[in-house]
């Protein structure tokens, strides 16, 4: 079992930032990858952004690309993401979700977290 829980989320201004964090513990060496996604109210989830644990390069989605930045502390096993330039079209729960590929589908991964709201006012 992998635990994940995300926090950092909180209300913020468009055009405004915030990074979020996602702490992982448990059997956290059976998942090879990592994943953000969202989900806004009446939308399904959406990918964000996902990489291998072991890897340098990350896979975003063409809605955030530029805008948001994940990284790691493979030591603290804690994952972040950086949001800039925030829309308000931004405004979702995100989640982290842990998995053996960073595939951009929810189904590809086992393990998920609670996640965290993000609100972006214009």
């Known amino acids: 079992q992998v635990q994940l829980v995300e926090s950092g989320g909180v209300l913020v201004q468009a055009g405004g930032s915030l990074r979020v964090s996602c702490a992982a513990s448990?059997?956290?060496?059976?998942?090879?990858?990592m994943a953000w996604f969202r989900q806004a109210p009446g939308k399904e989830r959406e990918f964000v952004a996902g990489?291998?644990?072991?890897?340098?390069?990350?896979r975003y989605a063409d809605s955030v690309k530029g805008r948001f930045a994940s990284s790691r502390d493979n030591a603290k096993n804690t994952v972040y993401l950086q949001m800039n330039s925030l829309k308000p079209e931004d405004t979702a729960v995100y989640y982290c979700?842990?998995?053996?590929?960073?595939?951009?589908?929810?189904?590809?991964?086992?393990?998920w977290g609670q996640g965290t709201q993000v609100t972006v006012s214009s």
């Open positions: 448990g059997r956290t060496f059976s998942s090879r990858a």
């Open positions: 990489f291998y644990w072991s890897g340098d390069s990350t």
């Open positions: 979700a842990a998995g053996f590929a960073p595939v951009p589908h929810p189904q590809g991964y086992n393990y």
